[in-house]
């Protein structure tokens, strides 16, 4: 199956870190991908991780471990602009450009 | 810049008409183009793969016949809406990847709003 899990919601205060969870089950791994996607906009490309461990981007970093299955994505320095919906995603098992979403966890950034 | 563009932003049409959204690739050649779908507070779900030059493949529980698909040239994938109904009021968003380069991002349009009146 292609079952994708994250919180629904999160909430955290400017300057703040936290982690978004997500763990997934998918026959054939072919990378997990995250994206921010803002109300009422389309996705944005946060990251993508194909092998274990940590990828750091800035404030976001990714982490990735295959055989437990599960990816957490790290925003350190928290602004107000960081409130979004994150997503958490992976290729098909019929193709890689074909993403299949879990549902989003929705963060909101307080003062 | 966007990559891939998606119009219109939005429309409001009366129960029964057809709604045409249009997805271009603006600097690169897609022969694979993704419809989604997202309705308020849900996550985007898959609708169907478009295929240039050949008939899109459709999810499981999405009807091809009301959700047609046509993706005619390279650079350009359209959804039309058939006989739309107020429960097809969603965000309708297209996606297109670089083919060419390996394990390139998914880029997304910048969706439309339908509303069926």
């Known amino acids: 199956g292609q079952n994708i899990d994250q919180p629904t919601e999160m909430t955290a205060t400017e300057g703040a870190i936290v982690q978004i969870n997500c763990t997934y089950q998918?026959?054939?791994?072919?990378?997990l991908f995250w994206y921010q996607q803002h109300a009422g906009e389309a996705p944005t490309f946060l990251s993508y991780?194909?092998?274990?461990g940590l990828e750091e981007k800035g404030r976001f970093s990714s982490f990735l471990s295959r055989s437990k299955g599960y990816s957490y994505l790290l925003l350190k320095e928290l602004q107000m602009k960081d409130s979004a919906s994150y997503l958490c995603g992976h290729p098909a098992n019929t193709g890689f450009q074909k993403l299949v979403f879990g549902t989003g966890t929705r963060l909101l950034v307080s003062p | 810049g966007a990559v891939v563009s998606q119009h219109p932003s939005w429309v409001i049409c009366k129960s029964g008409t057809s709604v045409k959204i249009e997805c271009r690739s603006l600097d690169f050649q897609a022969t694979t183009m993704f419809w989604y779908r997202q309705f308020p507070k849900q996550s985007l779900m898959l609708m169907a793969t478009s295929n240039e030059g050949s008939k899109a493949t459709y999810e499981q529980g999405v009807e091809k016949d009301k959700f047609l698909i046509n993706h005619a040239s390279l650079t350009l994938s359209t959804l039309t809406v058939t006989s739309a109904h107020p429960e097809d009021s969603s965000f309708y968003i297209c996606?297109?990847?670089?083919?060419?380069?390996?394990?390139?991002?998914?880029?997304f349009g910048n969706g439309t709003r339908l509303t069926v009146t």
């Open positions: 996606s297109a990847t670089r083919a060419s380069v390996g394990n390139s991002p998914l880029h």
């Open positions: 991780n194909v092998l274990d």
């Open positions: 998918t026959s054939g791994f072919n990378g």
